[in-house]
């Protein structure tokens, strides 16, 4: 019992971390556009991205690589303290001086150079916070990181938006960034030094050993992020500032579904691992079930924005010139069809040891959507991004089923795909209905949503009195 309180705590902790993080993020890009406007909102998303390429490059391997060998080895938990925190320092440098020199060589305009040197700083702080993170992973103690960093996101969200309406430029806006995490980061090293006796003595062969085997772990975390953040790079240097703020606004109405996608995948882990044992029929029932809810939030969603596209980036951003982005917005929305599969049958594949076809996933993915990006953001610009995103998302899921299939066994596209499309196409009469009495933007998404979470209700209750399906059968055993 003692157990199960933990696990579920931890739990309940890291994603009240994370539903924060997202939630606060995504006021301060509304907040950004609506108080600066596009140009300055381009210059934040440019900034933001290299900062979160160099971050994970020098950082998110070793944080991978302290976490599992800090839980299997509790005893060297100093060592990682002092020693893992210097290395990681040295690593952080070493990434904002890549940082700059890449920027310094790149033709943008001083003012957004100057951005992305001052908010490329919180590289050095966020990385540091990496050990004292894995330390309270390992320890099982999650809650530490959620009262390090709730608190300062809440903060920082405020002050932000506060000092934007004083007509603070975007700099102060990254300092500010900066400041925040070199604040979670001695909250957290104070928090850890309460349970952790250390020696101020640096371990050089324990550092040596540390960066060898983080070798692999900087790999895979590196082309990763460099896959997903070389869209921006690309929009900077063909399209300018102001289609990189109109490109960052349109993704970020994309996190809802990715929040989703993200918790339930994670909780659907551990019975995908476990199912191993019991057979490829028990693998496939936990897959198609996953896949079928996710495609529940995505084909609804993509019927909504098809209507109330345009409306709701004005109405979110407050400015009738992010209206233009309505194209890239039913692009990026076509795209969570993909991502209702791909991360699914990503784990699937983790599960069964198949992580290997993963990083060639992205290897493959990556190379293709430089090549891709390049001609189609030349051409068409914000439409070109989001073209080449919808392209790779594909991609990615061809290659999914196809080693699926392959190596595991087959899905039933029919059975995960009737339930979802049924709901979506009730919802295409409520937005004509909607849309012929020409209510309020507001007024419309209510409702809305209320005839979804209606017939999501109706489904749930027919699933309950025709329990012979496997999506029921699931649902009645997690009980």
């Given at each position: 019992m003692e157990g199960l309180r933990k696990l579920l705590g931890n739990s309940f902790s890291l994603l009240l971390n994370r539903l924060t993080q997202s939630i606060t993020t995504f006021i301060l890009v509304a907040s950004i556009a609506r108080i600066l406007g596009a140009y300055e909102l381009g210059q934040y998303m440019l900034a933001f991205s290299y900062y979160y390429v160099f971050m994970t490059l020098a950082s998110q391997g070793f944080k991978t690589l302290f976490t599992r060998e800090l839980a299997r080895n509790p005893t060297n938990t100093p060592a990682y303290l002092i020693s893992g925190t210097f290395l990681q320092l040295l690593f952080s440098i070493?990434?904002?001086?890549?940082?700059?020199?890449?920027v310094f060589l790149l033709p943008y305009s001083r003012d957004t150079s100057t951005v992305c040197y001052v908010f490329g700083l919180a590289i050095i702080p966020f990385s540091l916070s990496n050990v004292t993170e894995a330390i309270?992973?390992?320890r099982e103690k999650m809650h530490l990181i959620a009262i390090s960093t709730i608190p300062v996101y809440i903060l920082r969200v405020v002050l932000i938006i506060w000092i934007m309406n004083l007509k603070h430029d975007i700099n102060l806006v990254s300092a500010i960034m900066v400041a925040s995490e070199s604040l979670i980061f001695f909250i957290e090293w104070y928090l850890?030094?309460?349970?952790?006796?250390?020696k101020w003595?640096?371990?050089w062969k324990f550092m040596w050993d540390t960066t060898k085997a983080s070798g692999a772990f900087i790999v895979i975390e590196g082309i990763s992020v460099i896959g997903y953040r070389l869209q921006v790079v690309i929009l900077s240097l063909l399209g300018g500032e102001i289609v990189v703020g109109l490109y960052g606004a349109v993704a970020?109405?994309?996190q809802p579904f990715q929040i989703i996608s993200h918790s339930l995948v994670l909780a659907i882990f551990p019975k995908m691992s476990q199912a191993i044992d019991e057979g490829k029929d028990k693998q496939r029932q936990i897959t198609q079930t996953a896949i079928e809810i996710l495609l529940i939030v995505a084909l609804p969603l993509i019927v909504g924005l098809a209507f109330v596209g345009k409306d709701l980036l004005v109405l979110l951003y407050h400015d009738p010139s992010f209206a233009q982005a309505k194209v890239a917005l039913n692009l990026f929305a076509f795209g969570l069809i993909a991502s209702s599969f791909v991360r699914p049958l990503s784990y699937l594949l983790v599960a069964n040891g198949f992580e290997k076809v993963n990083l060639r996933q992205v290897f493959i993915t990556t190379i293709i959507d430089g090549f891709l990006s390049i001609v189609l953001v030349y051409q068409y610009k914000l439409n070109g991004a989001a073209s080449t995103?919808?392209?790779i998302d594909f991609i990615a899921l061809f290659i999914y089923l196809y080693e699926v299939s392959r190596r595991l066994f087959t899905l039933n596209l029919l059975s995960m795909i009737y339930r979802p499309l049924l709901i979506s196409v009730l919802m295409v009469p409520v937005f004509l209905l909607l849309q012929k009495f020409n209510l309020n933007i507001i007024f419309t998404l209510i409702i809305a949503t209320l005839s979804?979470?209606?017939?999501i209700g109706f489904l749930g209750i027919y699933l309950v009195y025709h329990s012979?399906?496997?999506?029921s059968k699931l649902l009645l055993k997690r009980k």
């Open positions: 070493a990434g904002y001086i890549l940082l700059m020199i890449i309270f992973q390992a850890v030094t309460q349970f952790v006796k250390y003595q640096l371990d970020q109405l994309m995103g919808l392209i979804y979470f209606l017939f012979d399906n496997e999506w």
